[in-house]
Structure formats: C-alpha cells, structure tokens
Nanobody, 119 residues
Framework: QVQLVESGGGLVQAGGSLRLSCAAS????????MGWFRQAPGKERECVAQ????????RYVDSVKGRFTISRDNAKNTVYLQMNSLKPEDTAVYYC????????????WGQGTQVTVSS
C-alpha cells in the first residue's frame, strides 16, 4: 500500500515562497511519474506540475511557469514543489500524486496540504 504524505503548506504573503514536500512510503516510487495538483474552493482540481521518473522531464501549467519548480529525490522517495512569487490565486489545497504509467490516471494520492497566499 502506497502512502503519500505532503508537508510544507501554510500562510504566506503575496510574493513569498513555500516549498512543499511529498514523502512516499510503502514502496519505492522511483519508476513513477509524480505530480502536484491543487484545488481551490469552488474550482476543479488542476495539475500544477509533473516530473518523470528520472526527474529529467517536467511539465507545468501555464499559470505557474517560471515561478514553480518540481523536483524529486528518488533516494529519499520524495518529491518537492518549490513555489516562488506566490500570488493570492495560488491559494488552494495542494495534493501529491503518483502514476506508474506516463499519461495514465494518477493512482496514488496524498491527503493534501493547504497553501494560503494573502494579498
């Protein structure tokens, strides 16, 4: 059973930074595509960033390009999301997820961590 646990969320002023972490347990996810999703109140969940198993390929939603960076440390079974120049519209619950097959549905999900950006 795979467990994903996010941490690092909190309250930050606009323009500030946060670093989210997602620690996996239960099995190694070094061969999985990892992603960060977010869901704001009243909005659909969106994929913010994805990283390939090697860390060599990353993808971002347009709204965070140049501000967010996804990375992973397979030795630690952990994926990160560095968020800079945060905006109030980045406020959401952020979820970590994993899929064993690129392009397929994300199968494993964390419980989420709240990020609130004040103006």
């Amino acid at each position: 059973q795979v467990q994903l646990v996010e941490s690092g969320g909190g309250l930050v002023q606009a323009g500030g930074s946060l670093r989210l972490s997602c620690a996996a347990s239960g099995r190694t996810l070094s061969s999985h595509v990892m992603g960060w999703f977010r869901q704001a109140p009243g909005k659909e969940r969106e994929c913010v960033a994805q990283v390939s198993w090697s860390g060599g390929i990353t993808r971002y939603v347009d709204s965070v390009k140049g501000r967010f960076t996804i990375s992973r440390d397979n030795a630690k079974n952990t994926v990160y999301l560095q968020m800079n120049s945060l905006k109030p519209e980045d406020t959401a619950v952020y979820y970590c997820a994993a899929t064993p097959t690129p392009g397929r549905e994300f199968r494993h999900w964390g419980q989420g961590t709240q990020v609130t950006v004040s103006s």
